[in-house]
C-alpha cells in the first residue's frame, strides 16, 4: 500500500465479471471482463483483449487491446493496439492507432499550440 492507501496494483475486473453502472476513482483499472455504464477514473485504463467496454471513458490515459463501444476522453493518451476494435469518439492531446487496430469514428485532438505557432496560423 501507499501512504495516501491507494493499492499500487490496478483494479481488476477479471474475465468473468460483467460491471453495469458507473465506475468512479482514483486508481488505474484493466478490464478483462465487461464494463456496461461509465468509467471515470484519474487513472490509467487498460481494455485488454477479451475485455469490452460498452461505456463512455474518461482516464487519465487509456490501452485498448480489446473492445469499445463509445466515446473514450484522456487527458494524455489513447493508444489503440493491433487487435483492438473500436466504435466512438476518441478525444486526446495524443492518440495512436496501431495497425491492425479497427477504429470507428471521430478524432480529436484539442491541443492548444504554443503561442508562436497560433500566431503563425491566424495570420
Not at 483494479?11 to 483499472?29: H, K, Q, S, W
Request: proline residues 4%; hydrophobic residues 45%.
Amino acid at each position: 500500500m501507499v501512504a495516501s492507501g491507494i493499492s499500487s496494483s490496478p483494479c481488476l475486473i477479471g474475465p468473468n465479471m460483467t460491471v453495469r453502472g458507473a465506475l468512479v476513482g482514483d486508481e488505474d483499472l484493466v478490464v478483462e471482463g465487461r464494463v456496461e455504464g461509465t468509467i471515470q477514473i484519474a487513472g490509467h485504463l487498460v481494455v485488454a483483449e477479451a475485455g469490452v467496454v460498452e461505456s463512455d471513458v474518461e482516464a487519465d490515459s487509456a490501452d485498448v487491446h480489446g473492445q469499445v463501444i463509445g466515446d473514450v476522453a484522456a487527458a494524455q493518451t489513447i493508444t489503440l493496439h493491433p487487435g483492438a476494435r473500436v466504435s466512438g469518439n476518441l478525444r486526446a492531446p495524443r492518440i495512436v492507432i496501431d495497425d491492425g487496430a479497427h477504429f470507428q469514428g471521430g478524432v480529436d485532438m484539442d491541443v492548444e499550440l504554443p503561442e508562436g505557432l497560433a500566431r503563425a496560423r491566424s495570420r
